[in-house]
């Protein structure tokens, strides 16, 4: 859900009443109470897109899209970039029609939302964006907030076993690993299980399904493979320690006050 999805819960609770639509993959996925679901490619997701008055996105919008007379786009991001992006990146590490896109379409933010100063002129110089930015802490970590009792309820629904030390692991998307061939140890990730074994932890696996070519991550007991779990603050919330490496959930995961161990020995190649 991340930013868009804390935006909305909010205008439920504080904003006007009017509709609110939400994107999905498929007819199988649910929205977020308060929305309406609109399946990506349909007639009503199109209709949707074509005459909202605004638009809340994390990511780029379609290829095909330009905004209306009367559209405000709320550019929310995904985080405070850590890595180097679009035009502060190497040019062979971001394809020329992503470039070519994102040139078309940050001009027609009306807001960008950045976690801090540094934030957003790395956003500012990454996009080329000339407008408005709105610099506080992401909407999404409102989930950090979570009180013991609502840690004691993820912590059930995942499956901890109480008292349980838990490291969560999330590391960075790796593009090599959409490879075939590719071995998550030559991309520079961890094996979950050997590192709940040896510090006798249970580990939240949180590895997209792009990096690991669609299979769970690690078997074993002290092993939860939470890459479908939706919120991702909610994992932080119940973790002791975050292992991740330039991820930027690292800078989300030090709002709670608790160790971040850096592991990236791809460094040199990012």
Do not use: C
């Not at 502060?88 to 971001?94: I, K």
Request: aromatic share 6%; glycine share 8%; net charge neutral.
């Amino acid at each position: 859900g991340d930013n868009p999805a804390a935006i909305l819960a909010d205008l439920r609770v504080h904003g006007p009443k009017v509709p609110m639509w939400w994107t999905v993959m498929d007819g199988a996925m649910s929205a977020p109470p308060g929305s309406t679901p609109v399946v990506r490619g349909s007639r009503a997701w199109f209709q949707a897109l074509r005459t909202a008055r605004v638009i809340v996105t994390n990511d780029h919008l379609p290829d095909w899209f330009y905004k209306r007379p009367g559209q405000r786009i709320v550019q929310t991001w995904h985080g405070t970039p850590i890595r180097r992006i679009l035009l502060d990146a190497p040019p062979q590490t971001v394809s020329l029609p992503y470039r070519r896109l994102m040139a078309r379409q940050a001009p027609q933010w009306d807001l960008l939302l950045a976690q801090s100063d540094a934030a957003a002129h790395d956003l500012r110089s990454s996009t080329a964006y000339t407008g408005r930015i709105l610099v506080g802490e992401q909407p999404r970590n409102v989930a950090l907030l979570a009180d013991e009792e609502e840690r004691h309820r993820i912590g059930d629904e995942l499956g901890i076993s109480p008292g349980s030390r838990v490291v969560l692991y999330a590391p960075a998307p790796r593009e090599q690993m959409r490879d075939a061939g590719a071995t998550a140890q030559q991309a520079g990730l961890l094996d979950p299980a050997a590192l709940a074994a040896r510090t006798e932890t249970t580990v939240l696996a949180r590895m997209l399904r792009h990096d690991d070519g669609g299979e769970p991550p690690a078997h074993g007991a002290a092993v939860i493979d939470v890459g479908d779990y939706p919120s991702v603050e909610s994992l932080m919330a119940v973790s002791n320690v975050l292992v991740s490496d330039y991820s930027s959930i690292v800078v989300d995961y030090a709002l709670t006050g608790r160790p971040t161990i850096l592991y990236a020995p791809d460094l040199a190649h990012r």
